[in-house]
């Protein structure tokens, strides 16, 4: 089987060359967002509002199929047990940010990495498929799992900390399970993604929870 070692773009990153195989697409590289978060409603919600004298998502809440209880937890949450105050960014929320984006393809394991408070955020992505230990704690970055359906990279995260994944601080728990789709744009160059959240402790059912479009950049970003 052909092997491509890829080392330069990551040279200057810091990274060690990752030895994979060459029948999926390489997107690994460097990315900057297209654009800002993009919630199931189709807009940006950067801040949290009053739920007595304003709405979120022009008063439709239908793209977030919340439990009452999943409701309740939006509304009773504590803006000053928000994570971000102490500089610590939760999965899935800083995949969803706008942050610069360093993937890193292997064959057995893979690197997803945002930039964030002057460092990066490294998710290691565990492609043989198998699921979480028994005794895997519950982290910032969660457990992640990969495989490749053709030419998209799919990517499952469990035991995630919960808690606010916008700005508004809509909720996840610990329970739930996101499923991220990567592909190559139709350019050839830059990628799109998805997430999916399943979390049956706060909606209803699982919906598409973000979409982003990635702009391939330099090493130098």
């Not at 690197?111 to 460092?119: G, K, Q, T």
């Not at 030419?151 to 909720?171: A, I, S, W």
Request: hydrophobic share 35%; proline share 8%.
């Amino acid at each position: 089987m052909k092997v491509v070692v890829l080392c330069a773009m990551f040279v200057a990153c810091g990274s060690a060359c990752v030895q994979r195989s060459s029948e999926h697409p390489n997107f690994s590289g460097l990315y900057r967002p297209a654009g800002l978060e993009v919630q199931p409603c189709g807009r940006n919600e950067w801040m949290r509002r009053s739920f007595e004298t304003d709405t979120f998502c022009g008063g439709d809440n239908s793209g977030f199929p919340y439990k009452p209880e999943g409701l309740e937890r939006w509304k009773g949450y504590n803006v000053i047990d928000d994570p971000v105050l102490g500089c610590i960014e939760d999965f899935p929320r800083n995949a969803m940010r706008g942050r610069p984006m360093r993937v890193t393809l292997g064959d057995e394991m893979t690197e997803i990495a945002y930039w964030f408070n002057n460092e990066w955020f490294v998710r290691t992505v565990h492609m043989n498929g198998a699921p979480a230990p028994a005794d895997t704690p519950n982290t910032v970055t969660g457990y992640s799992t990969g495989h490749w359906s053709g030419d998209v990279l799919v990517v499952e995260t469990t035991h995630t900390r919960g808690g606010p994944m916008f700005n508004d601080h809509k909720p996840n728990s610990t329970a739930a399970k996101f499923t991220e789709r990567f592909w190559r744009a139709p350019d050839g160059a830059n990628l799109l993604m998805d997430i999916a959240i399943d979390d049956p402790e706060i909606y209803t059912k699982p919906f598409l929870l973000n979409r982003q479009e990635w702009l391939a950049t330099g090493p130098d970003y």
